[in-house]
T-cell receptor
Framework: GAVVSQHPSWVICKSGTSVKIECRSLDFQATTMFWYRQFPKQSLMLMATSNEGSKATYEQGVEKDKFLINHASLTLSTLTVTSAHPEDSSFYIC?????????????FGDGTRLSIL | DAKTTQPTSMDCAEGRAANLPCNHSTISGNEYVYWYRQIHSQGPQYIIHGLKNNETNEMASLIITEDRKSSTLILPHATLRDTAVYYCIVNNYGQNFVFGPGTRLSVLP
């Protein structure tokens, strides 16, 4: 149980392109989903917290106009990297927390490796 | 959220128990301890979590000291597939996890 699917697994695109990443909770409903970014040889860094039906909360230093997050249903959140540039190349990972009990652990997708040429 | 301190790296012989320590001396009364691991180029995998009692599941055991200032994750019979970076996180209400550098566990044949 508690499976989170992320798509695509990897994407290569030209500078200036917008890229959408999907995060789905397959066997549970997730009121809250999270988006992280991980650069090579570094740890995960939280980008934003996504709540179903409301605006996402972004961490300091993360441009909300560049990283658009939509959480339209209890099983789907999307991250769109708008006008991507080479410095946006990274490993993007989503997570979701099942249930209403707030100590429930987050479950993570397998990540999306984004390469901007 | 409380900070955690973990050794940078550890080695363990295949088939032996791997004991991964974590210090969280500033943990507050309602913060849980969570353990995850990340194998290269994958998302973190949930292992176990607990508040104050020891916990065991099919993957591992979590031993939390009585004062809750430290904990140990135990993989009873480590295999080569357990080679990964292990993260210890303490968190209130499961909200914003803060990932430190973790412990890089190498299981050796």
């Amino acid at each position: 149980g508690a499976v989170v699917s992320q798509h695509p697994s990897w994407v290569i695109c030209k500078s200036g392109t917008s890229v959408k990443i999907e995060c789905r909770s397959l066997d549970f409903q997730a009121t809250t989903m999270f988006w992280y970014r991980q650069f090579p040889k570094q740890s995960l860094m939280l980008m934003a917290t996504s709540n179903e039906g409301s605006k996402a909360t972004y961490e300091q230093g993360v441009e909300k106009d560049k990283f658009l997050i939509n959480h339209a249903s209890l099983t789907l959140s999307t991250l769109t990297v708008t006008s991507a540039h080479p410095e946006d190349s990274s490993f993007y990972i989503c997570s979701a927390r099942p249930g209403s009990l707030q100590h429930q652990p987050q479950h993570f997708g397998d990540g999306t490796r984004l390469s901007i040429l | 959220d409380a900070k955690t301190t973990q050794p940078t790296s550890m080695d363990c012989a295949e088939g032996r128990a791997a004991n991964l320590p974590c210090n969280h001396s500033t943990i507050s009364g309602n913060e849980y301890v969570y353990w995850y691991r990340q194998i290269h180029s994958q998302g973190p995998q949930y292992i176990i979590h607990g508040l104050k009692n020891n916990e065991t599941n099919e993957m591992a055991s979590l031993i939390i000291t009585e004062d809750r200032k430290s904990s140990t994750l135990i993989l009873p019979h480590a295999t080569l597939r357990d080679t990964a970076v292990y993260y210890c996180i303490v968190n209130n209400y499961g909200q914003n996890f803060v990932f430190g550098p973790g412990t890089r566990l190498s299981v050796l044949p």
